[in-house]
């Protein structure tokens, strides 16, 4: 099924930073859409949830250097 889910992402500063969030998230196999919200500190993300998972997702922003969390 596919999932709408938010991550928490401290430590995003600039679009740079979004960028890598695109970047590291990039080759996830299953992620269907991502928007990273710089001012708001989160990423929505929709994903088929055989494939992947939200904590894998923030594993995946976390490997970049962030500080990601799952919201809900
Ligand atoms: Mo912007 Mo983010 O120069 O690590 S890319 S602060």
Redesign the pocket.
């Known amino acids: 099924a596919t999932q709408t889910r938010i991550i928490n992402i401290d430590?995003?500063?600039?679009?740079?930073?979004v960028?890598?969030v695109h970047t590291t998230t990039g080759d996830i196999d299953g992620l269907d859409t991502m928007t990273v919200d710089l001012a708001d500190k989160l990423a929505t993300v929709t994903f088929d949830d055989s494939k992947t998972s939200a904590e894998a997702i923030a594993a995946a922003i976390e490997e970049a250097?962030f500080d990601a969390t799952v919201a809900n």
Not at 11 to 17: A, D, N
Request: with cysteine; hydrophobic share 20%; proline share 0%.
């Open positions: 430590g995003m500063t600039c679009g740079g930073c960028a890598s250097g």
